[in-house]
């Protein structure tokens, strides 16, 4: 296996960014990635994005976004409609196979045009399922309360994983649920989609970001402390929720075994969390204790970027890595309903 | 720069028709017969709704089974402002359900007055739908258990087999253009036509996308671009098309450069004979009377020829190149 390395990451998220395209948002963000390690398009070995089409109903939107890495002469690009994580994945697999060494990864999403919530019912069985219109909390609040009539979580763990949340997003200034709450008074709040409350669905947000990926001495140039990818796999449970059991991140648990999370401590962790119980089940198939830092950027309670938040978790990640803040770190990202699909990600210093 | 953004409502609707195999068939046939068919798993098992494998094991399945119009809730949620699509318009519980028989629950709605009468465990029977067509919304919902369940299990030889199945998608959007995009259709409010520069090659492109396709550079300088230019390519069209009902085929699409633009736009060319249409043959914009006019490309009725000399269109491959400017 080649060392690979994340060297440049560039984020931005904003409860709706109304008066720009995404190319137009995106342009900014990869230029300043591309700053950071002083490469220009056509030094990047590979391109990969991610994003979805029916989030803002624009059609080929990832076509115009393209047009933003400038990409003439043609580039070698692939394009996955997942979240970046995966793109990051598919670039990774191309570092390995040994004839490049850098590579361009961005993602990005503008869910503010339509309704997020209602959106997601397209991703679900076509027969059975999607022609009900079941809206994403919903689901998730079926699995909530399977996950508290059965202990696996309590209502006051899920107020305290919400509180967390917003106390370190206060920090971030790309969060944008940033205000504080205390556990009681998250207790307080009327439920959403019973027994989910507002703090512990995601706050929707639009945005993106770019990571540069390089390999070996290669990084070593580009960056001054590359944050190391140890481990990266990922899995997929039954589309059928049925069959499931959603009271445990199973796909998780396996890419985290399959990632080595466990074979040394764990200084941070970003995880893909959109709920809070969807934490309070990474927490535990990622077999972590109080010894990490839980997404120390408020995580996707904070600011939930559609097809982004997971590449973001690895960049926030790989950035308190790099910023000698912490020396391993795992991040997840996840896609499908109640976390059905999950890739990991762990990143050490060195 | 603080205009107000524009939007516009913007609906996708994806009319699907999607073939169904054998057993999510005889599952939905089942349905419109009034009875719920499950699919045997080797363990014994029943998978409900049935799919053509097992999800854990990837074995494929096939013995068919009825399963009871019974079952217990599992876990449920409250939906207090049902959406246009979903079962039911006014609010009910999203649940999942253990049929009798079944070995999987399936998700459906049950209809109460409130969360209150909603419990873990709870007995509930099917409600069926008034008019049935083979589609997972036979089932209108779920009740709390009456007594009144149907006991029909037997799917009648001799009807016609669910092959198909309509699963319509409708969203609903707020769209808005983006910085250059709101400039390009608030200029086109006053006929004129907006393009951008590409600061790194100097090319103009049309409509302005607000970055360079060529470089990824930034675009910051707008040009405004005359509404005459040729037509550099087309072709005429002698099949219409059912969602533009206004275009009379035979009609003419073209691709017009515009004088001084570097790519060409799409366009309709009008007031000539599609046979007397050409490569190189100049053209003017017909636009929409001026009490007439939007923040709307469709301004642009057409292009219509202006009678001048062809353009001799030798540099086709002016796209591919970052060395020089404009096409003229």
């Known amino acids: ?51 979805s089409d029916f989030l803002a109903g624009q059609a080929f939107s990832f076509v115009m976004t393209i ?26 697999v191309k570092l390995q196979c040994g004839d490049i060494d850098t590579a361009f990864v961005y993602s990005y999403g503008k869910s503010s045009p339509g309704s997020l919530r209602d959106v997601l019912a397209t991703q679900l ?68 989609a019973e027994p989910l409350r507002p703090s512990d669905i995601p706050e929707s947000a639009d945005g993106g970001a770019v990571i540069v990926l390089a390999a070996g001495d290669r990084a070593r140039e580009l960056c001054d402390r590359p944050a190391w990818i140890r481990g990266i796999d990922h899995r ?45 089940l990474l927490i535990s198939a990622l077999g972590l204790d109080d010894r990490t830092v839980i997404n120390p ?23 308190r890595i790099s910023a000698g803040e912490a020396d391993r770190g795992v991040a997840t990202a996840t896609s499908g309903p109640c976390l059905q699909q999950n890739l990991v990600c762990v990143l050490e210093g060195e | ?95 999942m359900i253990l049929l009798d028989g079944a070995g999987t629950p399936m998700l459906h709605a049950v209809l109460v007055d409130g969360p209150e009468a909603m419990s873990t465990g709870m007995r509930v029977r099917v409600e069926w739908s008034s008019e049935r067509q083979g589609h997972i919304s036979d089932i209108a919902g779920f009740v709390p258990d009456d007594g009144a369940a149907s006991t029909a299990t037997e799917v009648p030889a001799e009807v016609e087999e669910v092959r198909s199945v309509r699963t319509p998608i409708r969203m609903e959007y707020t769209y808005t253009p983006g910085r250059s995009l709101s400039q390009y259709l608030r200029a086109m409010s006053e006929k004129r036509i907006l393009g951008d520069r590409c600061p790194t090659t100097g090319q103009v492109f049309v409509p302005p996308r607000g970055v360079s396709p060529m ?57 000539i004979e599609p046979e007397a249409v050409r490569i190189g043959m100049r053209v003017r914009a017909v636009w929409k009377p001026d009490n007439e006019l939007e ?18 269109v030798t540099d086709y491959e002016r796209i591919g190149r970052v060395d020089q400017g404009g096409s003229q």
């Open chain 1, 1 to 51: 296996m080649r060392d690979i390395a994340v060297v440049a990451f560039t984020q931005r998220q904003e409860s709706a960014i109304p008066g720009e395209s995404e190319v137009e948002f995106m342009v900014p963000l990869m230029e300043q990635a591309k700053q950071q390690v002083g490469l220009t398009q056509q030094e990047m070995g590979f391109t990969c994005s991610g994003s």
């Open chain 1, 67 to 92: 047009d933003g890495t400038g990409p003439v002469p043609p580039i070698s690009e692939s394009h996955v409609e997942q979240d970046g994580a995966w793109a990051l994945y598919e670039a990774w």
């Open chain 1, 125 to 192: 069985d076509p027969y059975y399922v999607a022609p009900l219109w079941p809206d994403w909390y919903g689901l998730e609040a079926l699995a909530a309360r399977l996950m508290l009539e059965q202990g696996v979580v309590s209502e006051q763990q899920l107020a305290e994983i919400a509180s967390r949340s917003r106390e370190h997003a206060a920090t971030n200034p790309h969060a944008v649920r940033r205000d504080r709450k205390s556990a009681a008074d998250i207790l307080l709040e009327e439920y959403v």
């Open chain 1, 236 to 280: 997929s449970d039954a589309h059928t929720l049925g069959v499931r059991n959603l009271t445990s991140a199973t796909s998780a648990v396996i890419a985290a075994q399959r990632a080595g999370v466990g074979n040394d401590k764990v200084d941070i962790a970003e995880l893909h969390a959109p709920f809070s119980t969807s934490e309070a």
């Open chain 1, 297 to 319: 950027s408020g995580g996707a309670l904070a600011a939930n970027t559609m097809m982004a938040s997971g590449l973001i978790r690895i960049g926030e990640a790989a950035s």
């Open chain 2, 1 to 95: 720069m603080a205009e107000e953004v524009l939007t516009a409502p913007l609906v996708l609707e994806y009319p699907f028709t999607r073939t169904t195999g054998p057993i999510i068939g005889s599952f939905l046939t089942g349905l419109r017969e009034g009875v719920i068919l499950g699919v045997k798993r080797s363990d014994g098992s029943v998978l409900c709704p049935p799919l053509e494998y097992d999800p854990d094991t990837s074995e494929e399945l096939s013995e068919l089974v009825p399963v009871q119009q019974t079952g217990t809730v599992i876990t449920w949620t409250w939906n207090g402002a049902p959406r246009p699509q979903q079962p039911f318009s006014r609010p009910f519980a999203w649940a």
């Open chain 2, 215 to 271: 470089t990824g550079t930034i675009t910051d300088e707008m040009v405004e671009l005359p509404d005459t230019g040729y037509v550099e390519s087309f072709n005429v069209t002698r099949v219409p098309i059912k969602m533009r009902p206004d275009l009379t085929p035979p009609y003419v699409s073209a691709w017009i450069v515009l004088d001084g633009a570097s790519v060409g736009f799409m366009g309709l060319v009008m007031n």
């Open chain 2, 295 to 312: 923040m709307s490309a469709q301004n642009i009725l057409g292009w219509e020829p202006t009678g001048e000399d062809d353009e001799v």
